[in-house]
Each structure stands twice: as C-alpha cells, then as structure tokens.
C-alpha cells in the first residue's frame, strides 16, 4: 500500500474503542482496496463480512478465509443462498460477544459515485442479534469514511474518517423494527457526515460542477459544505508544481516495469467488467508482478555486469518507484 498510494491519511483513529467489540461501517467504493486499507492501517485483527460473489473460485475463497473474509449472500446471489447468512450472521455475534472487531460496508455493495447509497438492514441484524443473545456485550458501532482522489487513477490518494463511536444499546428496545429503523437513520446520518455525499438524483451535473471548481475530494466535510452552499464556497484542491517532474518520473518507472504494465494494460484491465475493481486488480498485478520483474531484471544485470551493479540498479529502481509514486 506504501508503494501504491501517494498518501494514505487516517483521521480520529483514536476514536476506534481498543478494549470493547467494536462494529465497524463504511462506505463502499473501491472493490477490495477497502479492506486492505484498513486492515494495514490498525493494529487490531479484523473480520469482514464480503459479498458472495468472490468466493466463487476455490483458490481465492480459501485465501479469503485466510484473511477472516467472511462471505454474504445477497438477493442477487440467488434466493436459495441467502439462508446462508444465518451462521455468518451467528458468527459476527459470537466474535462480538468475544471482544472482536468486525467490519462491515451497509450498503450492500460497491459503487465509485461519490455519495452514501441507503443501507441494507444486515448490519442491525447483527448488532440486535448480539444484544439478545449477550446482553452484556458493550457493543461499540464505529462509522468510517473512505474518501478517494479518484479511484481509477494511479497513483491515488485516500483520507479516511472516523466518526464518534455508538452505543449499540442506546438503540436496542426489544421493538425490532423501530429499533432498525432507528439504526439504520443514525449511521446514514454519520456516514453522511464522513464523505462527500452528491445527491443522487442530480448525480451527474452536480459531479460537473464539482470537478469545474476542483475541489478536494479527501476534505468531505468541505465538498458537501460546497454542495450545499450551492457551490458559492468551492474547496480546490492544493495547487501541483511539480507537474512536469511528475510525468518524467512514471515514465522512467513505465518503461523500468514495461513486462508488469503491458501485462495490466493490454491483458487484465480490458478484462474488467466493474469499474469498481479496476484499482483492486491493478494493484494484485502490481505486487505479484512488480517485484517479480524486479528480481528478475536484476539476476540478468547481475549475471551481466557484477552482484555490485545488481543491487544498484535494485536501490535506483526503488528510488524511481518513490518518486513517481510519492510526489
């Protein structure tokens, strides 16, 4: 992640309880970078509840599990499936009745628009589930924010935001359905509050406007306060003087790493079918590869001209990857 983003900033992370199980809930825009970057961003161990869909391969899915991925079925995953989430659903309860943190994106999946889409009821489920059946649990819900510069772009920057924890049991009654209604209202709200939300409805001329006055998508609270100002008050993002040194840099790194670019350029984007996933398989191709080509390009300068020019050429390589990454 160090080598794939220009910056990775975290915000309030202290507000993320260390000693209560914690219910942790996002937005969801960027396929399986999202939990990437949370789980090296923290020092506790993480379990995240995923979509179905991409425990389809049974490579992938035991690797998933090694990572404490756990799947859910939706509606789309086929009516006879979704019985399925019941003993994921009972083992997001004990984990929480253990102390353990689990990580869930309420919105049912992922989509690039900048915006909070209206969240399933999954996630009260678990938290009024938990509540029954271990009373005792201190359960902390923690709402987060994931912001990117742009997501289909590398490099790229992200901020991500935690709002003030929740008191799970400050919304447990014993009356389910307010209960849900209730939940569900308090963390769109505090969602809302933790990345840029452009009103659906007027989606696009509203991005426009936005992207004219170059505003800065990693300061949410700043967007939204545009948008609601009716763009009188424009947040443009820091200005860039190092443009040019920029480009000859990530071209120096293009033509140091052609093998690894061709392979994601000509052979596994074309085959991408959610822009969603286009950052998660670039960066799967970036660190199976880049190092590869690396080691390998390395051996042949080694065998060529000396171990001495071999590992100047590693240290020159890593150096253009900073500088192209970084600045």
């Known amino acids: 992640m160090f ?15 260390k000693d209560k199980p914690v219910l942790i809930l996002s ?14 961003r923290f020092e506790r161990f ?12 049974p490579l992938l899915a035991k690797l998933f599990y090694v990572f404490q991925m756990l799947p859910v079925y939706r509606i789309r995953d086929g009516w006879g499936n979704l019985t399925n989430n019941n003993a994921i659903f009972q083992s997001c309860t004990r984990l929480l009745s253990r102390g353990e943190t689990v990580v869930i994106f309420p919105e049912g999946g992922h989509d690039l628009r900048r ?14 589930d938990t ?9 902390q819900l ?10 289909l772009k590398f490099p790229d920057s992200v901020a991500i935001y935690f709002g003030k ?12 359905n307010n209960d849900v209604v209730r939940l569900k209202s308090r963390i769109q709200a505090e969602l809302s509050e933790l990345t840029a939300v452009i009103p659906i409805n007027n ?6 406007k936005l992207e004219t006055l170059n505003v800065d998508y990693l300061n949410p609270q700043a967007v939204n306060a545009c948008i609601k100002n009716d763009f009188k008050v424009p947040v443009p993002k820091p200005k860039d003087s190092l443009v040019g040194i920029k480009k000859v840099f990530r071209f120096l790194l293009t033509c140091n790493f052609i093998m690894p670019y061709a392979v994601w350029k000509y052979y596994a984007q074309p085959k991408i079918k959610e822009l969603e996933f286009v950052a998660t398989f670039r960066f799967a191709v970036t660190i199976v590869l880049g190092p590869l080509w690396l080691l390998l390009t390395a051996l042949v300068v080694g065998l060529i001209f000396g171990l001495n020019m071999a590992l100047a050429y590693v240290l020159v390589s890593l150096i253009i990857v900073l500088l192209a990454v970084k600045l």
């Open 3 to 17: 080598f794939y983003f220009k910056k990775i900033t975290v915000y309030n992370k202290e507000r993320v309880p």
């Open 27 to 40: 937005n969801h825009q960027n396929g399986l970078v999202d939990p990437l970057l949370l789980a090296v």
């Open 46 to 57: 993480f379990y995240f509840l995923t979509r179905a869909g991409v425990f389809t391969k």
């Open 115 to 128: 915006t909070v889409r209206p969240l399933s009821k999954g996630f009260t489920r678990i938290v009024l």
């Open 131 to 139: 509540l029954e059946q271990y009373p005792e649990t201190d359960l």
């Open 142 to 151: 923690a709402p987060m924010g994931l912001n990117y510069a742009n997501p």
């Open 165 to 176: 924890p929740v008191n799970a049991k400050d919304f447990y009654t014993g009356e389910r």
């Open 203 to 208: 989606y696009p001329e509203t991005l426009s």
